[in-house]
């Protein structure tokens, strides 16, 4: 085998293991749920809805994949507005109903952050990590607008969960150490998307051209069609046009390392802007002025925020050194699925391939540095059984997503109470989901028909618009 099918082949397989399972996707709607059923209780959130956004709602999400909430305040059809004194008091309340439960642990109040944020973990669900905010409409458009793009093409879908797993194993995906936060991550591969030719992805200005955060007034029915409406058309319009990209994912992978292996160099002169789809000149850019950070990634949805900003300059020297180091590692000849997989996974999830290939002393280095170490990060992989492949995204999910509705069906609250055993039963799964389902989570056990029923069995479509 050549390097690139080599490489092809261990990428597919870590996919294997990144890619979620149903079980993964249940196990976040039940914590959703269970905070739904805290939140009203607290009557100075009468009223408010609880709703997932980030990579849950993008499906940029692993198995191990965190969980973004916003708590949205009731002001009719109005999108609500909050001062940050507000947020910080209403985020308190909610700490104190939260552990009373005794549903959650590692409970923290980031309250003088920029957005401020209730961090918490589930107990008894995997430990799934969430992040709790008021009024983040803005995340959640940017979310939906995620899922969107995943629509043009596939292989974007398959970069992001490659890319944040291997910035993971770097130690080079953690705002709190002054590296990228996940959402750089997913718009370095956007560019590289937009960089590539022929171009897989368009500029966003030309999906939507405007500031997404700064149009969010009004009536929110009415805001969010009108995005979905315009952003619909640019999409179907760029696939009609474009000229298609034949490469490989390994291929991607290889020139997405070596295009930001002298990040650290060119960021003191440039900028990276997915609105435009090109580098831009940080000191010729005046939205950007004056230049206070070691690298500007400008979110497109809210410019002109950098959403690199927690980066310093001694962790961006360590960040170009990892694109770099990684990208000759893979392109070195006689390279095999056992010297690759090290470099681009951690340690912790080595259990779930079929053999070890986790003998590089870099990986002892990285495990005890990393801050998913340590007993805490072995519960997190743990409980997660059996790897599956998954799908396209299903364009219907995305139109489900975009309407502020869940992207599957499944039963509420009542319907639960209802099958609950009596004292004494012994429990049992009752509930089977439908097959309005992301399609790109897969089930372990295909669900038993009723006595006299044709079995079915669900197959996912393939993505379109």
Same mark, same amino acid.
């Given at each position: 085998?050549?390097?690139?099918?080599?490489?092809?082949?261990?990428?597919?397989? @870590?996919?294997?293991?990144?890619?979620?399972?149903?079980?993964?996707?249940?196990?976040?709607?039940?914590?959703?749920?269970?905070?739904?059923?805290?939140?009203?209780?607290?009557?100075?959130?009468?009223?408010? /809805?609880?709703?997932?956004?980030?990579?849950?709602?993008?499906?940029?999400?692993?198995?191990?994949?965190?969980?973004?909430?916003?708590?949205?305040?009731?002001?009719?059809?109005?999108?609500?507005?909050?001062?940050?004194?507000?947020?910080?008091?209403?985020?308190?309340?909610?700490?104190?109903?939260?552990?009373?439960?005794?549903?959650?642990?590692?409970?923290?109040?980031?309250?003088?952050?920029?957005?401020?944020?209730?961090?918490?973990?589930?107990?008894?669900?995997?430990?799934?990590?969430?992040?709790?905010?008021?009024?983040?409409?803005?995340?959640?458009?940017?979310?939906?607008?995620?899922?969107? @793009?995943?629509?043009?093409?596939?292989?974007?879908?398959?970069?992001?969960?490659?890319?944040?797993?291997?910035?993971?194993?770097?130690?080079?995906?953690?705002?709190?150490?002054?590296?990228?936060?996940?959402?750089?991550?997913?718009?370095?591969?956007?560019?590289?998307?937009?960089?590539?030719?022929?171009?897989?992805?368009?500029?966003?200005?030309?999906?939507?051209?405007?500031?997404?955060?700064?149009?969010?007034?009004?009536?929110?029915?009415?805001?969010?069609?009108? @995005?979905?409406?315009?952003?619909?058309?640019?999409?179907?319009?760029?696939?009609?046009?474009? !000229?298609?990209?034949?490469?490989?994912?390994?291929?991607?992978?290889?020139?997405?390392?070596?295009?930001?292996?002298?990040?650290?160099?060119?960021?003191?002169?440039?900028?990276?802007?997915?609105?435009?789809?090109?580098?831009?000149?940080?000191?010729? /850019? /005046?939205?950007?002025?004056?230049?206070?950070?070691?690298?500007?990634?400008?979110?497109?949805?809210?410019?002109?925020?950098? /959403?690199?900003?927690?980066?310093?300059?001694?962790?961006?020297?360590?960040?170009?050194?990892?694109?770099?180091?990684?990208?000759?590692?893979?392109?070195?000849?006689?390279?095999?699925?056992?010297?690759?997989?090290?470099?681009?996974?951690?340690?912790?999830?080595?259990?779930?391939?079929?053999?070890?290939?986790?003998?590089?002393?870099?990986?002892?280095?990285?495990?005890?540095?990393?801050?998913?170490?340590?007993?805490?990060?072995?519960?997190?992989?743990?409980?997660?059984?059996? !790897?599956?492949?998954?799908?396209?995204?299903?364009?219907?999910?995305?139109?489900?997503?975009?309407?502020?509705? !869940?992207?599957?069906?499944?039963?509420?609250?009542?319907?639960?109470?209802?099958?609950?055993?009596?004292?004494?039963?012994?429990?049992?799964?009752?509930?089977?989901?439908?097959?309005?389902?992301?399609?790109?989570?897969?089930?372990?056990?295909?669900?038993?028909?009723?006595?006299?029923?044709?079995?079915?069995?669900?197959?996912?479509?393939?993505?379109?618009?």
């Amino acid at each position: 085998m050549n390097t690139h099918s080599v490489l092809e082949h261990a990428l597919t397989e @870590i996919l294997h293991v990144l890619n979620p399972l149903r079980e993964d996707l249940e196990t976040r709607m039940q914590i959703i749920d269970e905070l739904r059923d805290a939140v009203s209780t607290i009557d100075s959130l009468r009223g408010a /809805t609880v709703e997932p956004f980030g990579s849950f709602v993008s499906q940029l999400f692993t198995r191990w994949g965190d969980l973004d909430i916003s708590i949205e305040l009731s002001n009719g059809k109005h999108i609500s507005v909050a001062a940050k004194k507000h947020k910080q008091s209403l985020l308190g309340e909610v700490l104190k109903v939260l552990r009373k439960t005794g549903r959650f642990s590692r409970l923290q109040f980031v309250s003088h952050a920029r957005v401020p944020i209730l961090k918490l973990e589930s107990r008894y669900h995997q430990n799934v990590s969430c992040d709790i905010s008021i009024n983040n409409l803005s995340g959640q458009m940017k979310s939906k607008f995620l899922l969107w @793009i995943s629509l043009i093409d596939r292989r974007f879908r398959d970069m992001v969960l490659l890319v944040k797993e291997w910035a993971k194993t770097n130690n080079i995906n953690n705002p709190k150490t002054g590296t990228f936060n996940s959402y750089s991550l997913s718009l370095l591969v956007i560019f590289h998307f937009q960089t590539c030719v022929p171009a897989i992805l368009p500029p966003i200005k030309d999906l939507y051209l405007g500031n997404i955060a700064g149009e969010l007034i009004g009536v929110r029915a009415d805001v969010e069609r009108r @995005i979905e409406e315009v952003s619909f058309s640019n999409i179907t319009k760029f696939r009609r046009e474009r !000229r298609v990209n034949h490469s490989s994912l390994s291929e991607l992978f290889t020139s997405f390392l070596g295009k930001f292996s002298d990040i650290g160099n060119r960021a003191t002169e440039q900028g990276i802007c997915t609105y435009t789809g090109r580098w831009e000149d940080i000191y010729t /850019t /005046t939205r950007w002025l004056p230049k206070t950070y070691a690298i500007f990634i400008e979110d497109p949805f809210d410019q002109p925020q950098n /959403t690199a900003r927690a980066v310093n300059s001694s962790q961006l020297t360590r960040i170009s050194e990892a694109f770099s180091n990684t990208y000759h590692r893979i392109i070195a000849p006689n390279q095999t699925r056992n010297t690759l997989i090290p470099f681009l996974v951690r340690r912790e999830i080595s259990h779930f391939f079929p053999v070890a290939a986790f003998m590089n002393p870099m990986h002892s280095r990285t495990y005890r540095n990393s801050h998913h170490s340590g007993d805490h990060a072995s519960s997190k992989f743990q409980k997660t059984r059996q !790897r599956r492949n998954l799908n396209d995204t299903d364009p219907q999910i995305a139109k489900q997503a975009s309407q502020g509705q !869940r992207p599957w069906n499944r039963p509420n609250k009542m319907a639960r109470e209802a099958t609950r055993p009596s004292e004494g039963q012994k429990p049992k799964l009752t509930h089977t989901l439908q097959t309005a389902q992301p399609n790109n989570v897969t089930s372990q056990r295909p669900v038993k028909p009723s006595k006299g029923q044709p079995q079915q069995v669900w197959r996912p479509k393939q993505s379109d618009i």
